[in-house]
């Protein structure tokens, strides 16, 4: 039984509006065309047919894939399980091929992205507050109605299966309201339903809806959007955020980095030899959309590693920022949030073209652990890991010398990231953010604390939220006036191999030294392709 209790159970036949609550709307009748086919039904609603057999004549053995997305929706919920990282173990564990996991794939994690609007459509569907259903049959109905409205898996298909996949998952005592609820939201097509729940002209509110994100993201969304001064070619703010909750609910294409290490140009030319397409932005790099990366040469090895563009270049910007201060010497790197060693990885791989070593500090000991993991790829005198919190970095041996090139890639909201992480949107709340942001601005005079005279200092997130972007920095520099803020568009400018366009919406010009807007550079999904990365690059006095 799951922690979440059972209400509802039991009460499987009824409670469908329209099988008793609702009566069905007055028109469904008369929405027919010529053959006599319902009108306007869009591309789920085109020409339903459902099957005769009553639910409990129907089979119990539900499809792999199925299983398989109802099992990741069901951990997310029950268990608080992040959806990426069971979703791979649950495929392996089902031998699911190519095929069934790309299907398992977008069904959980479009379910995860979807579940506001469908929540919004299923309250219309049954006769009773959703948290009144038993979770694994809400589970359930949120799969079924995500396959009618959000894929294109006809109404019949999706029906049987989802009550199959009841039937043998939860029970036969649910797969009669299952059924009926299911046949309630495949009465209309989307945009009718949308139309419904979440009238266009209806402010942040609809939009959150229609997006399927809560309300106060969206919100922050628009101020960070504002506050990075729009763009040029986008005139219309709303139509910018809508492009924007948008790309957030298309799945992320997969983008590979070689590592600068031995093994990693071949493993990349492998990579493009089997289909992927070189990545226009990062160098080295390339886009993946051939089902399982772990496959591909040189990733199990750590040479290859999926990694998103704009954290490629974020990494890219702080190894290439010029620190004149440190010529003729070996440099020192510290990456201050090292966990699970994404950046680590390529700034060690760079470090150790450089003569240069990084010091990757994570609090977290399993986190630590995949740091390791993840620098195994690098020659080993290039690099050291610190368990520890970067607050106290200053206290560590490791901290002497101080470094020249310190990365504070923050623990952070994550809003920039919604497209990888499906149910993270519903997770967060904006209590998270006073006390995130605490911990950022102490990470972040932990980080000034060890920088050597002429060092510079990287502050990422992955998120756009002024909070933790331009209103941290402005604080930093209200806090530590020596330093000097450099400008971090042009440092993305210089690392990417396509113009980024970041300062399109900015006066002709360079940027006052006090900007911290302008200085600063955010990266976006919709015009980038990349998560929502914030960068800025401050140097200590001293050079
Ligand atoms: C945004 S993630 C870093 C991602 C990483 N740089 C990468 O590219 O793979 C932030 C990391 O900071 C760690 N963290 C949280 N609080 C910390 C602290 N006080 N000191 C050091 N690391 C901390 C988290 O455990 C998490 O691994």
Same mark, same amino acid.
């Given at each position: ?240 955020? =809508? &492009? +924007? *909750?948008? %790309?957030?609910? $298309?799945?992320?294409?997969?983008? !590979? #980095?070689?590592?600068? @290490? /031995? ?80 950046? =680590? &990885? +390529? *700034?060690? %791989?760079?470090? $150790?073209?450089?003569?240069?070593? !990084? #010091?990757?500090?994570? @609090? /977290? ?80 005079? =932990? &980080? ?96």
């Amino acid at each position: 039984m799951s922690r979440e209790g059972q209400a509802g159970q039991g009460r499987g036949e009824r409670g469908a509006r329209g099988e008793r609550g609702r009566a069905p709307r007055p028109d469904a009748q008369d929405r027919r065309d010529a053959q006599g086919r319902t009108r306007n039904r869009g591309r789920s609603g085109a020409g339903r047919k459902y099957s005769a057999q009553a639910p409990s004549q129907r089979s119990r053995t539900a499809d792999p894939a199925r299983r398989v997305a109802f099992g990741v929706v069901r951990s997310v919920h029950a268990e608080d399980a992040y959806a990426n990282l069971v979703l791979p173990a649950r495929i392996r564990q089902a031998r699911l091929d190519r095929r069934d996991a790309g299907f398992a794939t977008e069904l959980a994690y479009g379910t995860l992205r979807g579940l506001g609007l469908y929540d919004a459509i299923l309250t219309r569907c049954v006769d009773r507050p959703l948290e009144q259903i038993d979770p694994p049959v809400l589970d359930a109905l949120r799969l079924g109605a995500h396959q009618v409205l959000g894929m294109r898996v006809p109404a019949h298909a999706a029906l049987d299966a989802t009550v199959s996949l009841v039937r043998a998952e939860i029970g036969a005592g649910a797969s009669g309201f299952v059924n009926a609820v299911l046949r309630r939201v495949a009465e209309r097509p989307l945009d009718e339903w949308l139309a419904d729940v979440a009238p266009a002209d209806g402010g942040d509110a609809a939009l959150a809806v229609r997006a399927s994100h809560p309300v106060w993201i969206v919100r922050a969304l628009r101020q960070a959007l504002a506050a990075h001064r729009g763009t040029r070619h986008t005139a219309d703010r709303d139509a910018e955020l =809508a &492009a +924007l *909750l948008e %790309a957030d609910n $298309a799945p992320p294409v997969v983008n !590979l #980095v070689a590592l600068p @290490v /031995a093994g990693g140009a071949e493993a990349l030319a492998a990579a493009l030899d089997d289909g992927a397409e070189p990545g226009p932005l990062a160098p080295d790099s390339a886009l993946h959309s051939g089902g399982d990366a772990g496959r591909l040469p040189g990733v199990r090895e750590g040479v290859l590693r999926v990694q998103d563009a704009g954290s490629q270049l974020t990494a890219r910007a702080l190894a290439q920022a010029p620190v004149p201060a440190a010529e003729g010497r070996a440099e020192r790197w510290l990456d201050l949030c090292a966990g699970p060693g994404g950046k =680590a &990885a +390529l *700034l060690a %791989a760079l470090a $150790a073209e450089r003569g240069a070593t !990084l #010091v990757a500090n994570e @609090v /977290a000991p399993h986190r630590g652990d995949l740091v390791r993991q993840a620098l195994a790829a690098v020659p080993a005198d290039a690099w050291t890991v610190r368990a520890g919190d970067g607050r106290t970095i200053a206290d560590a041996p490791e901290a002497a010398p101080a470094f020249d090139r310190v990365l504070v890639d923050a623990p952070c909201t994550g809003l920039g990231a919604l497209r990888r992480r499906p149910e993270s949107r519903w997770r967060r709340t904006p209590a998270d953010l006073a006390e995130l942001t605490g911990l950022q601005a102490e990470l972040l005079d =932990a &980080a000034v604390s060890v920088l050597a005279p002429g060092g510079v200092l990287a502050y990422v997130t992955c998120s756009p939220h002024v909070a933790e972007t331009v209103v941290q920095v402005q604080d930093l520099v209200r806090r530590h006036p020596e330093l000097e803020l450099l400008d971090a568009r042009t440092a993305l400018d210089t690392v990417a191999l396509d113009d980024l366009r970041l300062d399109e919406a900015e006066p002709a010009g360079a940027p006052e030294p006090a900007d911290v807007v302008a200085r600063t550079a955010q990266l976006w999904p919709h015009r980038h392709g990349t998560d929502a990365m914030f960068l800025a690059l401050l140097r200590a006095p001293g050079a």
